[in-house]
């Protein structure tokens, strides 16, 4: 493997410089044979090859502005491996997405959430035993400290929920501080089991709030979902039946949100947890990247659009040039992505949920119908074809929500709910990895060189 840079010439260079695999330990990859060769203004200089346990292969440049002087420019990340990782694999030309080697459909089938979420933070299958014992830990920890719940009155009625969740999981810091130090694996544990356990609780009081009704407490005898769900709709005042398809529904929504490698809001988990910020405050950040729209935020977006073609008069052919056109104002919402070339294997797994679930309750959603009709349309089409522009995760999601009542506001904040074991796993796995560093890029300065300072009144 060669590579070489727009200055480089064609001479052979007179010394090779080679430089030493930057990673090591169990996290670092295999070193793989042979080399790379980057060529700068007639240097040669070698760069070690790793290859990842699926024959993924990089050029370890870890060492290149040591020996070289130069770093490498990749806007968006979009040809950077920012670390090595044993926690998902996915392959975006295949459509392959897998939890620690698992993959997606089979958890799914088999597994709820709270065992996926014991498999990525733990980095195995539970047995019964450690399964029970983990399930009672996050039933046990469900309520958050009463002082906080008065925070919700302080937030405006019209808050969006995500930034109340954002908000109350990073002030989780300031009420548990015996549970703070990231370096004392015991600390850590009961922040994990705090995270987990309370993070629907902080969901549906957000919602509540938003609704103005009274915030319902947990109650343990009942599972991650219905738990959830109960806090979500049951009101003081009258019984709530908890439909057993909303939860099955909701597990497999949770499942298949729970990691996606490292992703804008993941990225964002290691990067702040770095620094050794403690775990509340990482997983915050992680929210606050998730919310937008190109990211986690993409499937209220898609619903919207969704919506807005409904009220159109369905016409897709319109909407589908429309994204063509490249206009800046819209974008087909829930189609593309920056790794799958092809169907998202989570798409699949929800819209035959979908299809399901509205049939189970006899309802015709025009929305769904509409949904189907797009994706026919985009998928036989020239523009989507070359550009590999498959529906993505959000593209049902937002369907299924809204048969089960749940405001479309509240989509990225359940989409929150379902990646934290993988924020939790990656932040862990940084924590432990003996290549940890802080994360700090680099830039290339463009702007102005050295100025003579101006007194204001010389300044026009
Ligand atoms: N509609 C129309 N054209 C699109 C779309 C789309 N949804 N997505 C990508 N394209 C086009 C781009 O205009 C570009 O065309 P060009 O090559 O002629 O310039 C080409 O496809 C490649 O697109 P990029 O934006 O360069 O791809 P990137 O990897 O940077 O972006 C992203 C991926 C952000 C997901 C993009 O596809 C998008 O904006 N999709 C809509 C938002 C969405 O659904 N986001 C959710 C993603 S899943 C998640 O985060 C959980």
Known sequence: MSATTKNATT????????????????????????????????????????????????????????????????????????????????????????????????????????????????????????????????????MIHEDMRSFYGGFPRDAHPMATLGSVVGALSTFYQDSLDVHDPRQVEVSVHRLMAKLPTIAAYSYKKSIGQPLIYPRNDLS??????????????????IDPDFTDALDMLLIVHADHEQNCSTSTVRMVGSSDANLFASISAGISALWGPLHGGANQACVEMLERMVADGGNVKKYVELAKKKDPSFRLMGFGHRVYKNYDPRARLIKTTCDQLLAKLSLRDPMFDI????????????????????????????????????????????????????????????????????????????????RAFEPIIKRS
Request: glycine share 8%.
């Open 371 to 450: 949904a189907q009709q797009l994706e026919e349309v985009a998928l036989a089409d020239e523009y989507f074809i070359e550009r590999k522009l498959y529906p993505n995760v959000d593209f049902y999601s937002g369907v299924i929500y809204r048969a089960m009542g749940i405001p479309v506001q509240m989509f990225p904040v359940l989409f929150a709910m379902g990646r934290l074991p993988g924020w939790i796993a990656h932040w862990d796995e940084m924590h432990h990895s003996p290549a940890k560093k802080i994360c700090r890029p680099r830039q290339i300065y463009t702007g102005e060189t050295l």
């Open 11 to 142: 001479t052979p260079s007179p010394a090779t410089a080679r430089a030493p695999s930057g990673g090591a330990g169990p996290f670092a990859g295999t070193r793989a044979d042979g080399c790379a060769q980057l060529q700068i203004n007639g240097q040669l200089y070698e760069l070690p090859l790793l290859v990842g346990s699926e024959n993924e292969h990089a050029i370890d440049i870890s060492k290149l502005r040591a020996i070289t002087g130069a770093i490498t420019l990749d806007e968006g990340y979009v040809n950077t491996g920012s670390t090595t990782s044993a926690i998902t694999f996915l392959d975006g030309e295949k459509g392959i997405l897998r939890y620690r080697g698992y993959p997606i459909e089979v958890l799914a089938e088999k597994c709820d959430f709270v065992e996926v979420s014991y498999l990525l933070i733990y980095g195995k299958l539970p047995t019964s035993d450690e399964l029970d014992a983990f399930r009672k830990s996050l039933s046990h920890h469900t």
């Open 224 to 241: 991650y979902c219905e738990n959830f769900l109960q806090m979500m709709f049951a009101v003081p005042c009258e019984e709530y039946h």
